[in-house]
């Protein structure tokens, strides 16, 4: 059975041109780069030409560029780096939607006795920008660490106007962003419209090079201390033998990425408001996480009122669709996700949420098979819920009365932080 | 997280969403039994029905013939539901006996459940107990003089000690002794108590202090949770001239209202002081100047000039 890959959001194929990149630095090119003889200089000279390349791509020095593991990694660089650098500020303004990586780390600060202000969003996922400026703290916020989309929704955040606020309101804030959702998916301008931002997370298996491999930009100047300690690697700012045949597939992604935007772009937006368009038209009771907020391109998230998603993933990986869900069964943890519980879903459709992610190698092929199985898989759960009825495609009488005191629930939640 | 259900739960689960002949997917009309457990918002939420032949003279000796269900929830839940229904009308039981019907039986029954989804084989048993429940009394048998202790409400009373599911201390009382649950993992997977915001893990009362208080202390790892807090509210220092923070706010206002708003009307547009930190004015351009182009250089120097002349010489302009 052939697989139709909508999880890009996820992990991405590996391009075929990243492995071609890739595969002399895994066979004979194997030498490690700080190494003094002659043959060092081939992996050497790679990974400065991958550092030059992701530095033209991004708009900002190479030795800007710090290699790391993944994007993880370098979010933890970036926060962790920027208190150690500056213990007379305790105070970060976050978001509650952000990843874990970024969210997790926060949370451990707070229990280390540092204030954080985990901002909330809207029922379409966008930060409030009042509420953006109420948190920061003229002398004492240390840092801003907003995400750039959101992996879950694709919601854009306006980071760039975002960090203008926080360095007009005090340079001395720091700002960075988790970028590991655009990277690759829109054009990153470090000197135009991001040129407030100081530190910018990327990770490179979401743009399909391998897993294994993130990059951290760190604008120069800005106070932020080394992480993974140890040798003298990325300027003694993160210790490790450099990842060459990584961080090599990871410059050739980021090209490639740029060379086929223009056209990726329209296409991959046409595909997924045509999903969009047709689930909405074929199920009765569908919600699109994140309508009327700025989005990703590639990014369809949706709920569907009275069906739990895991049934739903289960049904279309039978038949070869990978997507993902926010439902509890499948997070891992027995709560929906953060995200859409910070937007106030209903709680009659957070636990149906789906979300296809699409890339460069989406086919309409693919989306179509996508608008025939899905209306089909989500009548089989409904036929079994006790708070629908599949006949008159409608929620039975008890079903209605839980809808209507979900709605009234999500108003008063928003209501509330607004 | 991928999936490691057994091939008896993947038949069960797709058989009954295709509908095929032999699935108890549905609802008896008129049952003589019917009890729910789990709710949508929790995620899960289960309706057992069944019907019985009955016994013309001893309603004790009632026998279980067709048991349905309708089931929101992922694909264990729904399998385990037709395990249960599958269960009882192979065993050709009386109610009192099908309450010898574990969520080890589903278990089996399934061959197997990862162990995140016991809960959803502990859902059928729970709901097969409500049905029974209801059963007595439509057929008025007294199941406590017959020795039988179900009492389904204890769900709703009692101090709650895990919050996000609503489960009480005697309900999770009962249930870690009759499934024998030693540690939270075994009680947040057959009852997902302590599955979402993790607070009542270690709190005094807590998931920790009744496996404690039933079984004997025991090492445990420690962990410690910490809750989001409240966004703070910045206090404001006096400016300059020993306005507190609110009459200089006020001031701001007063000027804006004098100098600049009028400027503005006379294009169709207006300005909203959005927030005042010390002598940070943040503000926004309403109406037609909203869109327009040079809409944050007209803050940044028009009203920034206005406000340093006429409040506070400090003070700086940011558009937002």
């Not at chain 2, 019907?51 to 001893?58: A, G, I």
């Not at chain 2, 445990?220 to 703070?232: Q, S």
Request: proline residues 5%.
């Amino acid at each position: 059975m052939a697989i139709i890959y909508l999880d890009n959001n996820a992990t991405t194929a590996v391009a075929p041109e990243v492995v071609e990149a890739m595969l002399p630095y895994l066979r004979d090119q194997y030498f490690n780069p700080s190494s003094m003889y002659d043959a060092a200089r081939g992996p050497a000279r790679a990974v400065a030409e991958a550092r030059a390349g992701i530095a033209n791509h991004l708009r900002c020095r190479p030795e800007e560029i710090l290699f790391t593991s993944c994007a993880t990694e370098s979010n933890n660089t970036a926060i962790i780096g920027a208190i150690r650098a500056r213990p007379e500020r305790r105070h970060i303004v976050t978001t509650r939607v952000e990843h874990p990586a970024v969210l997790e780390v926060c949370k451990f600060l707070v229990r280390d006795g540092f204030e954080v202000d985990f901002l909330p969003v809207d029922g379409s996922g966008q930060l409030e920008v009042e509420a953006f400026v109420r948190a920061l703290r003229p002398g004492q916020t240390l840092l801003v660490s907003v995400m750039h989309a959101n992996n879950e929704t694709g919601v854009l955040f306006p980071i760039g106007e975002l960090a203008r606020i926080a360095k007009e309101t005090d340079p001395g804030i720091l700002v960075h962003t988790d970028a590991t959702q655009t990277a690759g998916k829109l054009p990153l301008d470090l000197k135009g419209e991001l040129r407030h931002v100081d530190l910018l997370s990327l990770s490179g298996h979401k743009l399909h090079s391998p897993k294994g491999v993130g990059a951290l930009f760190l604008r120069r100047g800005a106070p932020v201390r080394p992480f993974l300690l140890g040798g003298h690697q990325e300027g003694g700012r993160r210790g490790g033998t450099e990842n060459v045949p990584y961080i090599v597939g990871l410059a050739r992604a980021l090209e490639l990425a740029e060379a086929t935007h223009a056209e990726d772009h329209e296409r991959i937006a046409a595909l997924r408001d045509r999903l969009e368009d047709e689930l909405t038209r074929r199920i009765p009771y569908l919600e699109v996480n994140g309508a009327g907020a700025p989005r990703l391109d590639n990014t369809l998230n949706v709920a569907v009122h009275f069906v739990e998603g895991e049934g739903m993933l289960y049904q279309l990986s039978a038949r070869g669709i990978c997507a993902s869900s926010g439902s509890a069964c499948t997070s891992g943890s027995l709560e929906p996700s953060h995200v859409l519980r910070a937007m106030a879903v209903p709680f009659t459709a957070v636990h149906g949420s789906l979300r296809f992610s699409l890339s460069r190698y989406t086919t309409a092929a693919e989306i179509e098979a996508v608008i025939e199985t899905l209306p089909e898989i989500v009548a089989s759960l409904r036929r079994l819920s006790p708070y629908w009825d599949e006949g008159a495609r409608a929620p039975r009488p008890e079903g209605e009365a839980l809808l209507r005191q979900a709605v009234e629930e999500r108003r008063q939640r928003l209501a509330q932080q607004g | 997280m991928t999936w490691n259900y057994s091939e008896k739960t993947t038949k069960l689960f797709m058989d009954a969403v295709q509908g095929r002949p032999g699935t108890h997917m549905g609802e008896i009309a008129n049952p003589d039994g019917i009890g729910e457990h789990g709710s949508l918002a929790c995620g899960d939420a289960l309706r057992f029905t069944f019907r019985v032949e009955r016994h013309p003279s001893d309603p004790t000796q009632d026998i279980i013939v067709e048991a349905r269900y309708l089931t929101f929830g992922c694909t264990s839940a729904i399998a385990a539901s037709e395990a249960l229904c599958a269960i009882i009308e192979e065993r050709r039981l009386t109610p009192i006996q099908a309450l010898s019907i574990t969520n080890k039986d589903i278990v089996e029954y399934l061959e197997g459940l990862p162990e995140q989804k016991i809960h959803c084989s502990v859902m059928g048993a729970e709901a097969l107990q409500a049905a029974v429940f209801n059963w007595a009394q439509r057929r008025g048998v007294d199941l406590r003089a017959l020795g039988v202790d179900i009492t389904p409400e204890e769900r709703e009373e009692g101090r709650v000690v895990c919050t996000c599911f609503g489960l009480t201390e005697p309900y999770l009382r009962r249930k870690i002794m009759e499934l024998n649950l030693r540690s939270i993992a075994d009680i947040t997977n057959a009852l997902k108590a302590g599955g979402a915001c993790m607070s009542c893990h270690h709190k005094p009362g807590g998931l920790q202090d009744l496996l404690d208080d039933i079984w004997g202390r025991q090492p445990t790892e420690f962990k410690t949770e910490v809750e989001l807090p409240v966004a703070r509210l910045i206090s404001r220092a006096r400016s300059e001239d020993g306005l507190s923070p609110y009459q200089f706010a006020k001031k701001v206002e007063r000027v804006l209202d004098e100098y600049v708003r009028p400027m503005l009307a006379q294009d169709g547009g207006d300005l909203e002081v959005v927030d005042i930190k010390d002598t940070l004015v943040y503000c926004r351009l309403k109406g037609a100047c909203a869109g327009c182009v040079g809409a944050n250089q007209t803050i940044k120097f028009m009203v920034e000039q206005v406000l340093k002349d006429r409040v506070d010489q400090r003070c700086r302009v940011i558009a937002v």
